[in-house]
């Protein structure tokens, strides 16, 4: 082992906290912008001792920190990262720096709360991914509620405060059995262990309506058609940051909780409501790709394209095979890089034009090249185009959901192409023919400076890397994967054998597995 | 249980002595200044609050082994000491409460304290008891004294119809109580908590006298914690009793009778839990999602936290349904959370009503973020932990209570009780939409005419526990586990 850092998955998780503290205390708003910029990115670079130390190949937990919370309910502090989760602290960490400098650039009022409540957002965000236990990850991911529901309903746009009461009502509803479910699941089993339930058989009555529970929460929160209709609002409504991390790191606490949570733990309901869960992720990448076909708001259309990248997360996530689930995992990173930037480049043109429709612009090729080039970039990323990160994951997902049930896989290919149809609409009202609007040319729309740059070239570079070496990434991702998956089968074995005491057996074949 | 009666362990009783004698304390304290020009006589609250942190102290103090007395009427154990902290800490913040704003009310300050300190002591009698008469003592010492509290503006009209209409229900209330007791006795022969369950265990109790008994005693019961449909009382008498007393009552009054209630239950009548196990569920559904649905439609703060109370009342009942250990233990976690978090809430509308007034609309929220950014942000804090959610103490609290219905199998109730807490989430954001989104008016606060230092005190107090029980539990439960673990009078 490298060096090893003790408590480097709580130093992670609450710096940003500690940020949040110092942030508020300090005078000055100058003061206050830096010092988030600084938490943040102190948090990025201590987040990339995960990927240095990294021990290659190793399936389980690493850095992991343990320790008892509440005694009598045995509610235990566990922190730990896999392949799994690796790439989505990094996302989380990766994205709030540019977040935060883009609030730095283009937000001016009452900056000291704005910030708190982003880094304490960034703390919630980051537990989710690390909590190793089920009532640690319900806290961090409830928590994560307060600070984007002023967030939105602070900054937000002109229908800010319904956008934040309805996100903040329908994801508190939403998670509300989940308390139910994750105590029912404890009393059947005796433990919050995130991993243990992994390898653990739950009697299948339980298994029902716990995972119903399980995925209601998470499918609000993914969101998962028809539970989506909180999030147009809430991305439409929310100041540019805010959609940067509600889109590019918020719903994957919904996918992540399905590929942590539902599927593994309650196998055998998982495998019942696959087909019907699959039916929905369908319609929503569908139905999500045709509304924002309809678009006249470009950040509306986006909105509504994550409806649709999100339904393809769940396809790999319900195949629960090697290459689903790998591919999801990738494409949960591609979706919060790419929609991430996709709302960046939409946030910079609205704080120089003011509007976001479509119809307002048209020529900008000619008058703002760098913009547009970046743009299509990012759009291009966005559809899949090959040679970028979009395909990696969405290709390896098809594969993984042919092999579940072709007729998804085709309707997913269906969704690719309507993926491209809308992006390219708007890239073509936006970008070509003549400038028509005098408020388009180059002597009123200033291209891209330098600071606006620094944000959205590292973005770009890493569509690049995760398109043309995947592998960098799947290396890391696979074994956990695999582990994971070989976990499930053992113990789905283990309860269709009904001649030995079902939890003894699933831990020999655990053991075995490995 | 002890079975050595005869020598009297004063350590059982010790810490309702030292309220007793507190309570006389200030009341000497009172007469003896009487005339001069200490009118006013502005130690008094001081006095009382030495009081309640000398129990205090001796309620941690006697923490250990159990010790019951007067033939086992009355024990002290490890609940009973966690429910006096958790009265206690109702008392003290009421009493910091009260300091600038009882004078303003009603200038008998004299009265006021040692009442608080009587009314204290009652509930603390009913966390204690393992007799049905001890618990009707105890409910009528703390309902007098609570009777007199919520008329004592006279001049006020409100407060006048509060003190009123609380006395005749309650005077009913403990009509059905003693007829239930004597319907137990009928049945059992008995009114000692631990013989009215051998009478059962030994098939020699009358069942029908004695269900006719636990229903009356639910009517009672039900009456103090104001369940559904016994509650009508509530709003009324929240708004119209002087702000400080409510919100003490709002927690004391919960307290000591869920603690009896709960401990009536769980040794009293274990053996009948089928019967009433479903009772108190469908009262529990009832009451959270009457209490939660009548919220929803108030702009008078005081009567908004009266049905959210109401509500609250329903999610502590969830775990008796029960009756383990378990729930006990998440009852009393969730008593403490909520004398915090409630504590702070009418801390705000205290300091939100306006001079002569005791009760303030939600109008007077608007924009308080802009104008009070501390207070908008307390207030938000006891907002989100009364809707449940994490990090605040509302979360673990209704965590723990949840949790023993679960365990005993009633995951359906908790699943109704959760559903509840969602509508709850509702009203109270609502409130801190109004404080964050909405601009100032002319209605919003201004400069407070109630304001002063120790509310200031109370207030930083409540945020500062509200948030650290929701992150550190196991806090409260370290502090109350060595008497729960050598708790007697449960099996």
């Known amino acids: 082992m490298a060096l090893s850092i003790p408590y480097l998955l709580s130093i992670i998780t609450f710096l940003p906290l500690l940020g949040a503290v110092v942030v508020m205390l300090v005078p000055g708003d100058g003061a206050k912008k830096w010092l988030a910029l600084a938490t943040t990115l102190i948090t990025f670079v201590v987040s990339l001792l995960l990927w240095t130390n990294w021990q290659e190949g190793q399936a389980g937990m690493q850095f992991v920190e343990d320790a008892v919370w509440f005694a009598p309910l045995g509610i235990r502090y566990a922190l730990g990262v896999d392949?799994?989760?690796?790439?989505?602290?990094?996302?989380?960490?990766?994205?709030?720096?540019?977040?935060?400098?883009?609030?730095?650039?283009?937000?001016?009022?009452?900056?000291?709360?704005?910030?708190?409540?982003?880094?304490?957002?960034?703390?919630?965000?980051?537990?989710?991914?690390?909590?190793?236990?089920?009532?640690?990850?319900?806290?961090?991911?409830?928590?994560?509620?307060?600070?984007?529901?002023?967030?939105?309903?602070?900054?937000?746009?002109?229908?800010?405060?319904?956008a934040a009461v309805k996100f903040f009502l329908y994801t508190f509803a939403g998670s509300a059995l989940m308390v139910v479910a994750i105590l029912i699941v404890y009393y059947s089993t005796g433990t919050f262990d995130i991993m243990k339930l992994q390898s653990t058989v739950i009697p299948p009555a339980v298994q029902t309506w716990a995972f119903l529970a399980f995925a209601l929460a998470f499918a609000v929160k993914t969101p998962l058609f028809p539970f989506h209709t909180w999030l147009p609002d809430a991305h439409v409504q929310a100041p540019t940051a805010g959609s940067i991390i509600l889109a590019g790191v918020l719903l994957k606490m919904g996918?992540?909780?399905?590929?942590?949570?539902?599927?593994?733990?309650?196998?055998?309901?998982?495998?019942?409501?696959?087909?019907?869960?699959?039916?929905?992720?369908?319609?929503?990448?569908?139905?999500?790709?045709?509304?924002?076909?309809?678009?006249?708001?470009?950040?509306?259309?986006?909105?509504?394209?994550?409806?649709?990248?999100?339904?393809?997360?769940?396809?790999?996530?319900?195949a629960m095979n090697a290459q689903g689930v790998s591919g999801s995992v990738l494409q949960m990173v591609n979706h919060g890089l790419s929609t991430g930037a996709l709302f960046l480049m939409v946030g910079l043109l609205y704080e120089r034009r003011h509007t976001r429709m479509l119809d307002d612009f048209g020529g900008l090729w000619a008058s703002v090249p760098v913009y547009t080039g970046l743009f299509l970039v990012v759009a291009m990323s966005s559809a899949g185009l090959p040679g970028l990160n979009g395909f990696v994951g969405e290709f390896t997902i098809m594969l993984g959901t042919y092999e579940y049930m072709p007729i998804f896989a085709v309707l997913a290919a269906a969704g690719v192409i309507l993926a491209a149809w809308y992006l390219l609409t708007a890239f073509r009202k936006m970008a070509q023919g003549p400038i028509t609007n005098p408020a388009n040319d180059s002597s009123n729309l200033k291209d891209l400076n330098i600071k606006e740059l620094i944000m959205v070239v590292p973005l770009v570079l890493l569509f690049f890397v995760i398109g043309l070496f995947p592998n960098l990434f799947f290396d890391k991702i696979n074994p956990s994967v695999e582990a994971m998956l070989e976990t499930r089968t053992a113990v789905m074995q283990a309860a269709t054998a009904e001649q030995m005491p079902a939890l003894q057996l699933a831990e020999i074949v655990v053991t075995e597995a490995k | 249980m002890s079975s050595a009666a005869m020598e009297l362990n004063l350590n059982a009783v010790l810490p309702e002595l030292v309220m007793v004698v507190a309570a006389a304390v200030v009341m000497l304290v009172d007469i003896l200044n009487r005339g001069g020009r200490s009118v006013t006589r502005p130690f008094l609250p001081w006095v009382a609050l030495a009081g309640v942190a000398v129990t205090a102290g001796v309620s941690i103090w006697l923490l250990g082994e159990p010790v019951s007395i007067f033939q086992g009427m009355l024990i002290t154990d490890g609940r009973s000491l966690a429910l006096n902290l958790v009265t206690l800490t109702g008392a003290a913040l009421a009493i910091l409460l009260s300091i600038r704003y009882i004078?303003?009310?009603?200038?008998?300050?004299?009265?006021?304290?040692?009442?608080?300190?009587?009314?204290?002591?009652?509930?603390?009698?009913?966390?204690?008891?393992?007799?049905?008469?001890?618990?009707?003592?105890?409910?009528?010492?703390?309902?007098?004294?609570?009777?007199?509290?919520?008329?004592?503006?006279?001049?006020?009209?409100?407060?006048?119809?509060?003190?009123?209409?609380?006395?005749?229900?309650?005077?009913?209330?403990?009509?059905?109580?003693?007829?239930?007791?004597?319907?137990?006795y009928g049945a059992t022969g008995s009114t000692q908590f631990d013989a009215i369950a051998a009478a059962q265990a030994a098939g020699t109790a009358d069942l029908s006298f004695l269900y006719v008994g636990i229903a009356l005693l639910i009517a009672g019961f039900g009456f103090k914690v104001s369940l559904v449909p016994f509650h009508m009382w509530t709003p009324d008498v929240y708004q119209g009793a002087p702000t400080p007393v409510t919100?003490?009552?709002?927690?004391?009054?919960?307290?000591?009778?869920?603690?009896?209630?709960?401990?009536?239950?769980?040794?009293?009548?274990?053996?009948?839990?089928?019967?009433?196990?479903?009772?108190?569920?469908?009262?529990?559904?009832?009451?959270?999602?009457?209490?939660?649905?009548?919220?929803?439609?108030?702009?008078?703060?005081?009567?908004?936290?009266?049905?959210?109370?109401?509500?609250?009342?329903?999610?502590?009942l969830v775990g008796l349904a029960t009756a383990t250990p378990a729930a006990i233990d998440g009852a009393l976690y969730?008593?403490?959370?909520?004398?915090?978090?409630?504590?702070?809430?009418?801390?705000?509308?205290?300091?939100?009503?306006?001079?002569?007034?005791?009760?303030?609309?939600?109008?007077?929220?608007?924009?308080?973020?802009?104008?009070?950014?501390?207070?908008?942000?307390?207030?938000?804090?006891?907002?989100?932990?009364?809707?449940?959610?994490?990090?605040?103490?509302?979360?673990?609290?209704?965590?723990?209570?949840?949790?023993?219905?679960?365990?005993?199998?009633?995951?359906?109730?908790?699943?109704?009780?959760?559903?509840?807490?969602?509508?709850?989430a509702y009203y109270y954001l609502r409130i801190v939409v109004s404080m964050y989104f909405d601009e100032p008016t002319a209605e919003t606060l201004t400069e407070s005419p109630n304001y002063s230092l120790p509310i200031t005190v109370t207030l930083g107090i409540a945020a500062v526990f509200t948030i650290a029980l929701g992150v550190l539990p196991s806090l409260w439960t370290n502090l109350v586990e060595t008497g729960v673990m050598g708790t007697l009078a449960l099996r």
């Open chain 1, 83 to 162: 392949g799994i989760s690796l790439f989505l602290v990094l996302l989380t960490t990766f994205l709030m720096p540019i977040a935060v400098y883009f609030s730095i650039l283009y937000v001016d009022k009452k900056i000291g709360p704005y910030m708190a409540l982003m880094l304490l957002l960034e703390t919630a965000m980051i537990g989710v991914f690390l909590a190793l236990d089920l009532v640690l990850f319900f806290v961090f991911f409830e928590a994560s509620l307060i600070p984007m529901y002023f967030l939105i309903g602070e900054w937000g746009g002109k229908n800010r405060v319904y």
């Open chain 2, 334 to 424: 969730y008593l403490i959370s909520y004398a915090f978090m409630n504590m702070g809430a009418f801390a705000i509308v205290i300091l939100l009503e306006r001079q002569g007034e005791m009760d303030a609309l939600s109008n007077r929220l608007a924009g308080l973020s802009k104008t009070h950014p501390q207070l908008a942000l307390v207030m938000s804090v006891f907002m989100f932990s009364l809707a449940g959610v994490p990090p605040f103490a509302g979360f673990f609290a209704k965590f723990f209570v949840f949790a023993a219905a679960v365990e005993g199998g009633w995951s359906w109730l908790a699943a109704i009780a959760m559903l509840n807490s969602a509508i709850g």
């Open chain 1, 255 to 318: 996918t992540y909780g399905y590929l942590r949570l539902a599927m593994p733990v309650f196998p055998q309901a998982a495998e019942q409501f696959g087909p019907l869960l699959a039916i929905l992720a369908c319609v929503g990448i569908l139905y999500g790709a045709l509304v924002a076909l309809m678009q006249k708001d470009i950040k509306s259309l986006v909105a509504y394209s994550s409806v649709a990248h999100l339904g393809y997360v769940m396809l790999g996530v319900i």
């Open chain 2, 103 to 184: 004078p303003a009310v009603n200038n008998q300050t004299g009265e006021y304290y040692a009442l608080i300190l009587l009314i204290t002591s009652g509930m603390m009698v009913m966390g204690a008891a393992l007799d049905l008469m001890v618990v009707f003592l105890g409910l009528e010492i703390f309902s007098m004294g609570l009777y007199i509290l919520a008329g004592l503006k006279r001049s006020d009209l409100r407060s006048n119809e509060a003190a009123m209409k609380y006395f005749l229900l309650g005077a009913f209330a403990s009509a059905f109580f003693v007829y239930g007791v004597a319907f137990v």
């Open chain 2, 247 to 316: 919100a003490f009552m709002s927690i004391g009054t919960k307290a000591g009778a869920f603690a009896a209630f709960y401990r009536f239950f769980v040794t009293g009548v274990p053996d009948a839990q089928p019967v009433w196990g479903w009772a108190l569920a469908i009262l529990a559904v009832l009451t959270m999602t009457l209490g939660n649905l009548a919220a929803l439609r108030q702009t008078s703060l005081k009567r908004l936290l009266a049905y959210s109370s109401i509500a609250h009342a329903g999610y502590i």
